[in-house]
């Protein structure tokens, strides 16, 4: 079945024979002890449509001492004025004034983050420009048309593909359609061409002029991968590509053409992941380390949900509390991809925008004091996933493990669980029942504080905020509540 290493059936069994020696013991339940980060993973969050003034703050509160690496943001880029949040999907011109904040705004954001420890990677919307037939004027005031934005393109810097009755992409198993015909009537910019290019380019190096580390390339499966690989070709090396190439059955465009300069959104671990969830029944990933419609490790961008697909076809999201922190929890203890977490607002009109003010500029919010998951969120109000004490905690999981060898899973009562050879073992119980899954493990014994329920208590120093489980004789044992995640590590022994 797999590739990967297996447990040992002896071990197994005496898993089983020593069940009934193992503890659990459980505590208050609180926020994750801040001094268990054993260094900093490279994992991210996105952060939609979060105003730049709030980003800043967030890489100082949360982002910072939660351990994250780098922020996603929304389209730094003048964008066509309207309340939907996809406004910001359809560039007018590259001035980085946004209804997320000013450039100051952003420059000030990348310098905070940054003295934070936080990267900032801007998405980058550089196949198109609007998909407005009648002319306009955009945020920052300039004016514009459908093929027409003054400065910067003219009609020839534009596809008409001609393959389409519209020009509209209506095909997807068409090469020339998906690349050079219009995504949902978005002007589809010549990227073949070195004007173009030479434009782009140049948007994306005052980007870096502002300190950002990298971009998303929005719609990347839109550009023919060498032009895409023509224009990173111009940044300076080391600067972060994370490619948009939405794996799609039966398309001719596949996110494995991007890898060659960079990093891909593979979409098949959510796919996976979050029925497996939804249905109650985890399974240890399909062939090892050569995951079937899977990029490579070490070029994957995995992720729970984005913008898209908590409006979509994502089966798992914040609005399903608990079960979210244990989609998110089997992420992040996960040796496959670079991942990166999502935080949004809730929201029942996929179309709604961030919560703005009269002139339609994003209100500013803080994550500093929230917990969570909540039971409900009203719509408008923000998700603030980053300071949720399991996401926090299982990043320190993350930072503790390193690069040790995920083992195979065990399977018991409903539950599932793992262990990362040596250093921590990772147990979540996706059903409506209680259940006990022991876990063979060469962490040594003792007691361990659960990262999931607040880890070590960084005041006493040596008791648990929440949730403790035993490691006796080569088995980790959890009992573990309906809909619970649970992780232990070597660097947070009770
Ligand atoms: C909006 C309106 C449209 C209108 C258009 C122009 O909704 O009705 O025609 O404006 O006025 C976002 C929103 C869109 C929005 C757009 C522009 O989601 O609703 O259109 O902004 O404002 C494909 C692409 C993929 C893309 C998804 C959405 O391959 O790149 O569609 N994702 C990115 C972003 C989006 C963004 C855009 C691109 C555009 O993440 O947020 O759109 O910048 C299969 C295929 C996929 C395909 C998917 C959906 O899975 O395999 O390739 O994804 O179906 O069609
Ligand atoms: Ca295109």
């Known amino acids: 079945m797999s590739g990967r290493r297996r447990i040992p059936g002896a071990m197994r069994m005496l898993s089983a024979a020593l069940a009934a020696a193992s503890l659990v013991a459980m505590a208050g339940c609180a926020a994750p002890a801040p001094d268990e980060q054993a260094g900093e993973p490279d994992v ?22 939660n351990g994250f690496a780098w922020v996603l943001t929304s389209p730094p880029n003048e964008h066509i004025v309207r309340d939907e949040w996809w406004a910001s999907y359809q560039p007018v011109s590259y001035a980085v004034e946004s209804r997320l904040g000013t450039r100051d705004e952003f420059a000030d954001m990348v ?17 198109h420009m609007t998909g407005q037939d009648s002319p306009g004027v955009g945020w920052a005031g300039s004016a514009y048309e459908h093929y027409d934005y003054p400065g910067i393109y003219g009609d020839d810097d534009f596809h008409r593909c001609g393959l389409t009755p519209n020009d509209d992409i209506a095909d997807y198993t068409s090469r020339e359609q998906v690349q050079t015909c219009e995504l949902v009537n978005l002007a589809d910019l010549d990227t073949a061409s070195d004007r173009v290019r030479g434009t782009i380019g140049a948007y994306l190096d005052d980007l870096l002029s502002l300190g950002v580390a990298g971009f998303r390339i ?12 023509a224009i990173v070709a111009e940044l300076p090396e080391g600067t972060r590509i994370l490619s948009e190439v939405i794996r799609g059955g039966g398309e001719p465009v596949t996110p494995e053409e991007y ?19 939804a249905s109650g029944i985890v399974n240890d990933p399909p062939q090892g380390d050569e995951r079937p419609q899977h990029v490579p ?53 996929r179309d709604a925008g961030a919560p703005a003010d009269a002139d339609g500029r994003v209100l500013a919010a803080s994550c500093a004091d929230a917990t969570g998951p909540a039971a409900s969120y009203p719509d ?21 493990v390193g690069d040790a060898p995920r083992l195979d899973g065990v399977r018991a009562d409903g539950a599932y669980g793992f262990e990362r050879e040596g250093r921590g073992v990772v147990a979540v119980n996706p059903g409506g029942l209680a259940a006990t899954i022991e876990i063979p493990t060469t962490m040594p014994a003792g007691e361990y504080c659960d990262v999931v329920t607040g880890g070590r208590d960084p005041v006493e120093g040596d008791g648990c905020r929440g949730l403790a489980f035993t490691v006796d004789d080569g088995v980790a044992r959890f009992a573990l509540e309906p809909l619970a995640a649970a992780a232990i590590h070597v660097g947070a022994q009770s």
């Open 44 to 65: 991210g969050i996105q952060l939609f449509q979060l105003p730049w003034v709030s980003i800043a703050e967030e890489c100082e509160e949360t982002l910072g001492p």
């Open 111 to 127: 310098a905070r983050c940054d003295a934070a420890g936080v990267a900032i990677i801007a998405d980058a919307v550089i196949n």
């Open 218 to 229: 929005d719609a990347a499966k839109h550009m023919a991968a060498d032009d895409v690989a």
């Open 259 to 277: 890898t060659g300069f960079g990093d891909v959104f593979e979409f098949t671990y959510a796919r996976d992941l979050g029925p497996a969830l």
């Open 297 to 349: 490790a070490d070029r994957a961008i995995v992720f729970v949900d984005n913008h898209d697909t908590e409006r979509g076809e994502a089966d798992v999201t914040a609005r399903d509390g608990a079960l979210y922190v244990i989609a998110n929890a089997l992420m992040l203890a996960d040796d496959y991809g670079t991942p990166v977490v999502y935080s949004g607002y809730a929201f029942s009109d």
């Open 380 to 400: 408008g109000e923000r998700t603030c996933v980053q300071a949720w004490p399991a996401i926090g905690g299982m990043l320190a999981f993350r930072a503790a």
